[in-house]
Every structure is written in structure tokens, then in C-alpha cells.
């Protein structure tokens, strides 16, 4: 689908997130960076969880096959055993709340997905990372394009809001002179 914005035609498919939604991708993003992951990495995953959850982290009432930001699920998985990542998560009080569950991500990649985790960091580009998640943290082959669409989308905001460095001043540099190259100051009577 197209639609018409002040720029031109834009193909919502390159860019899923609704506007209104970006500032929580953004904070999505944030959570995870504060947490130590990078903002590459955090961008991929959250690119993801716009696919699955909206960013909504209550998005699935405890019952469903899959809940939360990641959609994390009640299958059997060789790594984890069947329904354990779900189960983990659900036994932990408040696991509605966004910061439990990035806590939770988190672990997962310091954990059990750390070799995951060093593959999505180690990606040569935002897209390449945000497929790997998809691939391999999620388990999925769905959707791929918007996944990676929304990745970008965000990855490109969070850098766009980041400070800019400063440029060297040397006038701003306090270091002391030698004067002694100089000479005596000359006197006036």
C-alpha cells in the first residue's frame, strides 16, 4: 500500500512504523541499550518486536500459545525444551511490564542465545541483523522484509536523535605555555 505524505509517495512497506509509534520504538531501543546491548543489535530486536507485538509487551493474555514483545512461545525447542521460554517468562511477577520483559530478553542473550546474540552483533549491517533475529532468536521465516524494514526504520531514527561529537576546539584546551622561548618581557619606564 502507498500512501501520500508531504515528501512524496511513500511505500509503507519500507517504512511500517507509524509515526505515532516511533517514540516507542525508540524507548524500546533505550531499555535495551541501558541494559548494555548495543544500538545496532537493540534496533534489530525491536525492529522484530514491531512485527510480533506492536510494542505492545501485554499484547497476549497469559493463555495464548505466544506472549509478549517477542512473541515468546509454547513449542518445542532443542535449545530450551518445549514451551520454556513462554513458561519463563509468565512466572515472573508483573511479566506484562516492559522492563521485565527486557530484562528477560536480556538474560536470554547472555544466556542460552549468547552465540545468537555475538551473530546479530557481529552482522555487517542493521539488516543483516535484524534477519538473524528473525532467524535465529525468533525461529521464524515470516514476514522477513518488514522485520527488516522496521529495523531499519528505527535504527535510522535512534542514530538521527543521537548528539552529534563536537568538534575539536583548541581554544577550549587549557594546557600550559612555555614562555621561556620568549624572553624576558620588556620593561617600560
Do not use: C, H
Not at 509454547?74 to 527486557?102: C, E, F, H, M, S
Not at 545468537?116 to 522477513?144: C, D, F, H, M, R
Request: no cysteine; net charge neutral; glycine share 6%.
Amino acid at each position: 500500500m502507498k500512501i501520500q505524505t508531504f515528501k512524496g509517495w511513500l511505500n509503507e512497506a519500507v517504512a511500517p512504523v507509524p509515526s505515532t509509534m516511533i517514540e516507542d520504538g525508540l524507548e524500546i531501543i533505550q531499555g535495551l541499550v541501558d541494559r548494555g546491548i548495543d544500538a545496532k543489535t537493540a534496533a534489530a530486536l525491536t525492529g522484530n518486536m514491531w512485527q510480533e507485538s506492536k510494542f505492545d509487551p501485554a499484547v497476549s493474555p497469559e493463555s495464548a500459545t505466544y506472549v509478549g514483545l517477542i512473541q515468546w512461545g509454547n513449542y518445542q525447542n532443542q535449545k530450551t525444551g518445549p514451551g520454556a521460554r513462554k513458561t519463563k517468562l509468565i512466572t515472573k511477577p508483573n511479566w506484562k511490564n516492559l522492563d521485565v520483559q527486557l530484562d528477560y530478553l536480556k538474560t536470554e542473550l547472555d544466556g542460552t542465545y549468547k552465540g545468537v546474540a555475538n551473530q546479530i552483533i557481529n552482522a555487517p549491517t542493521i539488516q543483516k541483523a535484524a534477519e538473524i533475529v528473525a532467524l535465529k532468536y525468533e525461529g521464524t521465516k515470516s514476514e522477513i522484509p518488514t522485520r527488516i524494514n522496521a529495523a531499519t526504520q528505527l535504527y535510522t531514527a535512534w542514530q538521527a536523535k543521537q548528539p552529534t561529537p563536537s568538534a575539536f576546539d583548541p581554544v577550549q584546551v587549557d594546557t600550559p605555555v612555555d614562555d621561556a622561548a620568549f624572553g624576558k618581557p620588556a620593561t617600560t619606564i
